[in-house]
């Protein structure tokens, strides 16, 4: 049960009293009152008590937390008499399109089933009672599920024969539930160009046909923007349900990247909410930073990890552009954690993909810091040959930035003839293509930069997204 009040204000009188007035909740329970008391700086004192909360005539719905569409089950109202008169009362039930009230006969409903007046097409119900003094009587109803989404249902309760000279009582109350499919949901998006000569295309021919033959939804969007195209990775990134460095840094980054889109996703990134949703993951990440200067996995960690806060204090400075405010004494620590990193990597001889990739990485963010690296830089780049994809593109990028000459640049634009397998799964083989466009745009070389975007859009999943937080905030960054 919630706390129903709380102060932490409140001052008596001269006689040591106090008064605190509060909306009594929607519940029959109990109570407890704690009171603690402070008077300068060695004078304490508490006290304890308790009160019910409850209603003359009361109705209390038992209903599941959540239901399946064909679902068959009993659900109950709890009528509670908590006065000192015996009388008549009746209980009715009003359900949505979502159920029908069962009225054959059932084997879990033969209590369920007697003294019923049925209405509207079985989706209203009442019941009449009898209660004694003091009574609580539980009413079934027997249900049936006949769609999907939130089911609300009304509930009321109300006197019809009283104690002569006993005021009439009435309760109401609605529940809520969500009624889902037994089974997960099958979701695919397609995109198309619309042009003059694809207009008599059938757009339902690349459907998946198990789709077409179910009962579902059909969204259909229009831009004339090939960036709505990041809707549902956007969708998915800002709505993923956990924080830790990565996902925290890529909830953040379209806020950072997109929130000047907000009339292209006005239900994804609202301008009011932009500023709050960055400072927020600002916090969180603070809240990784360790004594190295590094950031751990989580908050409160204490084992940083170096592609993690590689990638957070790139959120971080580009957040500190935005305006939302860093502590430059943070960020310093971060890249100076960055640096030695470097120093400890041995990239001379290292042939780990992962740790050469997280060197280039932590290159082009030092980079952005303006504290560049070049004798990594150009260790890396005689390496080039041995360096994963990911990683000749990130150090691209921080050549991008040290102005290096655009003929070494564009060596490492090109794309292998053969992938180097990618062990961690989150960190999305589709990354190169946004990295890749953006070196790209930076030297002009358009050819390249429309086949990195063809490419780009062209690895999503039937989702409409990149398969991982990771990829799908990278693919927002050009």
């Given at each position: 049960m919630a706390t129903a009040l709380w102060s932490a204000t409140l001052t008596t009188d001269a006689?040591?009293?106090?008064?605190a007035t509060f909306k009594a909740p929607d519940s029959l329970t109990r109570y407890r009152v704690m009171a603690v008391a402070a008077k300068d700086a060695d004078r304490f004192g508490s006290g304890e008590s308790k009160f019910v909360v409850n209603k003359p005539l009361m109705v209390d719905p038992v209903v599941p937390r959540f239901a399946h569409l064909g679902d068959e089950i009993l659900i109950k109202g709890i009528v509670h008499n908590?006065?000192?008169h015996d009388g008549n009362v009746e209980l009715e039930l009003t359900l949505d399109d979502n159920a029908i009230l069962i009225t054959e006969q059932r084997p879990f409903a033969l209590v369920g089933v007697r003294n019923r007046i049925t209405m509207n097409a079985s989706r209203s119900e009442r019941r009449p009672i009898t209660l004694k003094a003091g009574e609580?009587?539980?009413?079934?109803?027997?249900v049936r599920f006949v769609k999907t989404g939130t089911t609300t249902w009304k509930w009321q309760v109300r006197t019809t024969t009283w104690a002569p000279g006993a005021p009439a009582l009435s309760d109401a109350v609605e529940s809520k539930?969500?009624?889902?499919?037994?089974?997960p949901a099958l979701r695919e998006v397609q995109y198309f160009e619309l042009t003059s000569a694809s207009g008599s295309q059938n757009l339902l021919q690349r459907i998946n046909p198990q789709l077409l033959e179910s009962e579902g939804d059909l969204n259909l969007s229009f831009s004339q923007s090939r960036l709505y195209e990041a809707r549902?990775?956007?969708?998915?990134t800002l709505h993923y349900p956990y924080g830790c460095v990565e996902q925290t840094s890529s909830a953040t980054l379209p806020w950072l990247a997109l929130s000047r889109y907000e009339a292209m996703f006005p239900d994804l990134l609202q301008k009011a909410k932009a500023n709050d949703a960055i400072s927020k993951g600002v916090r969180?990440?603070?809240?990784?930073q360790t004594d190295s200067g590094g950031l751990s996995y989580w908050p409160g960690g204490d084992t940083p990890v170096y592609w993690g806060s590689a990638y957070g204090a790139f959120v971080l400075m580009k957040a500190k552009e935005w305006g939302v405010p860093v502590p430059q004494d943070s960020l310093d620590k971060l890249t100076d954690y960055l640096s030695k990193g470097l120093r400890e990597f041995d990239l001379a001889a290292s042939t780990e993909n992962e740790k050469l990739t997280d060197a280039a990485m932590g290159l082009y963010v030092l980079a952005k810091a303006g504290k560049t690296e070049p004798a990594y830089?150009?260790?890396l780049f005689q390496r080039r040959e041995k360096l994963p994809e990911t990683a000749r593109l990130y150090l691209a990028l921080s050549m991008c930035l040290n102005n290096a000459a655009p003929r070494q640049i564009a060596e490492l634009v090109k794309a292998p003839a053969k992938r180097t397998p990618q062990h961690r799964y989150w960190a999305a083989p589709e990354l190169a293509h946004p990295l890749r466009l953006l070196v790209a745009t930076h030297l002009g070389m358009k050819a390249e930069a429309q086949a990195a975007a063809t490419e780009l859009l062209r690895t999503r999943t039937g989702r409409g997204d990149w398969g991982t937080t990771f990829g799908n905030a990278g693919a927002c960054l050009p």
């Open positions: 006689q040591g009293k106090v008064n908590t006065t000192p609580t009587v539980a009413v079934a109803f027997p539930f969500e009624v889902n499919s037994p089974i549902d990775a956007l969708d998915q969180r990440l603070l809240a990784m830089a150009t260790l």
